[in-house]
């Protein structure tokens, strides 16, 4: 049995709670600063308002002020903020954690410089201590994995990446149950960016909705997954495009991280559903500040924090453009206001 | 403008003629002997009853004793029968269309022989004389395409496959409007593959549908897209370690016929509501009979055609039993009424 932390009680890392608790791990589950609340209701009443589901009684919570505390000993780090946190948690990690103990990130994102690309287990360790950068193994957890279906104990596919094989496969022994399956995997950028991608591009197949409601119905009542397919099957060639440039794998997004993250992510969810408000006709800017002013919509965070870099690499002819058509839409779409143009016929370009 | 014949008046065949009536060419949709009803209703109040559109003006319908007459001078011909068809055609061609005329088949299938697997066009070719066998010219259209979205004017992305590339551009420009968006490609193995397995393998997706049915509801409400989209996943990899040792081309795989085919037919549809009745925990054969005996389950019939080949080619070594865990569960299923038991443990073991 191993002593876990989970920084950050969101949902993804309290659902990861589950498993663990299920394979008898000591579980501490470490809010932020913006975590207060939930932290002082897992006391109260062991309930996670958001997530719907009880916290195991051996899983002890523990508040921001006493992060330093919930790092004592631990065997493993499981990074649960979202794609701000990072360089907090380079921050807290730095200040507490031994740099012995490995970091798994839940954490999805892409970072852009204006010049380049990174991804997020890069932008961490750049954050890190100067002594801890070299020391620190990061790993990264990718994957279609929904919180709430991971604890309710949904049979969930998921992909361990980091570049150690044995620590690979020791965290992965850890976390593996009847219903949590692991597979390992030395490709970290391939996975991270394809679980990035994935929410930029269900925002573009979520248009499609928007577009359905929208139409007169004709008379036969046609849905519009045909359309949606199309968009779908575009991104999937477009994650490739952006793995191989970035260095990573096409077996990752042929797989699990890839295609496997990329349709849950199309069937529900935060992303789809702007997609869809977009697809009605209203401006991004709209559709966020009066339909979803609470909600991290992570597409189109994703699509503002790349997005000029993006356009700096394709004006640099370091990425054809002729391969990217649907990012190059989302992108106006989310950081210049347009409205979503696909231009069908640009699209399989790439040989 | 061209002269076109659509041989086999359902529900595909059908809704190809609204591009081709729409770009004014001269078409003509023949009925099988099974489409009588179809082909009578059609002339009598220009509507197809089982695709809800009424056809237009500009197509001629023509009844199965005066297919003779509608091959007469035509430039092209779309083969619309469905795969038990396949033989049918390859007689009624050979007696009556000139070995000039290219044939496009719209048919999704593939066979087994106990020691081979084929894909359509070359059962087809196999059933010409042997004087049209050579000449011929056979190409094939795959992607997703619900008939009823794309007789609806919906964005509809699909690929034409076949071996002569000046042909393909004449043919796809033929069909080709600003809703009905087709790419050429020179791998029609890779892409008969691909939108044959897609149904058998969207069975599989289905089951989980009926799992999360039957499952007492958890407190949270949790959907199943974590379990359905590492099936799909697994479903993308089979189909690419199939397509790999079948002799086709990956890019099918990753663009419309594999990814973007499998997703439409996963979101709807005949394969996803038999694989539902069966994670309900029906039978294959029950659920058939009691709940679908009229309609035709594309999925369960590939399975049933080629279940023995594959069984055959596993045993012989020829397949690899370890790349093909979701395919063998389907077999076991749907040929041995077997319950579905999904390996998870066994998914992605190929490299």
Chains 1, 2 share one sequence.
């Not at 709670?17 to 609340?37: C, E, I, K, S, Y």
């Not at 958001?50 to 195991?56: D, Y």
């Not at 496997?260 to 789809?272: I, M, P, V």
């Amino acid at each position: 049995m191993a002593k876990i932390l989970i920084l950050g009680a969101g949902v993804m890392g309290t659902a990861i709670t589950v498993p663990m608790a299920d394979n008898g791990h000591t579980v501490r589950l470490g809010g932020t600063h913006l975590d207060g609340d939930i932290i002082e209701e897992i006391h109260a009443s062991r309930f996670h308002p958001r997530l719907g589901v009880q916290v195991a009684d051996t899983v002890t919570p523990y508040t921001y002020d006493r992060l330093g505390e919930a790092m004592d000993g631990v065997d493993l780090v499981i990074l649960g903020v979202n794609s701000q946190g990072v360089d907090w948690a380079a921050d807290t990690l730095g200040t507490w954690l031994s740099p012995q103990v490995p970091v798994a990130l839940l954490t999805k994102g892409l970072a852009g410089d204006g010049q380049k690309l990174h991804i997020l287990p890069e932008v961490l360790r750049q954050g890190l201590p100067r002594g801890y950068r070299d020391q620190m193994q990061l790993a990264a957890i990718g994957g279609p994995s929904i919180a709430s279906e991971l604890a309710a104990r949904r049979h969930t596919c998921v992909v361990l990446a980091g570049s150690d094989q044995a620590q690979l496969d020791r965290i992965a022994a850890l976390l593996r149950t009847p219903y949590y399956h692991l597979w390992t995997s030395t490709d970290i950028v391939g996975v991270e960016v394809c679980v990035a991608l994935k929410n930029l591009y269900a925002l573009a197949v979520g248009l499609v909705a928007g577009w359905r409601e929208k139409e007169d119905e004709t008379h036969n009542a046609a849905a519009m997954h045909n359309t949606a397919s199309a968009i779908f099957a575009q991104a999937l060639w477009e994650i490739g495009y952006l793995v191989d440039y970035l260095g990573g794998q096409r077996r990752s997004v042929y797989t699990l991280p890839g295609a496997g993250d990329l349709y849950a992510t199309c069937q529900s969810g935060r992303n789809s559903h702007m997609g869809r408000l977009i697809g009605l006709g209203m401006s991004y800017r709209h559709a966020k500040a009066h339909y979803m002013p609470e909600d991290t919509v992570e597409g189109a965070e994703l699509a503002l924090a790349i997005g000029p870099t993006i356009e700096a690499l394709l004006a640099g002819g370091k990425l054809d453009g002729a391969a990217l058509p649907l990012l190059r839409a989302v992108v106006d779409v989310v950081c210049h206001e347009a409205a979503p143009e696909i231009p069908w016929e640009t699209f399989f370009a790439r040989v």
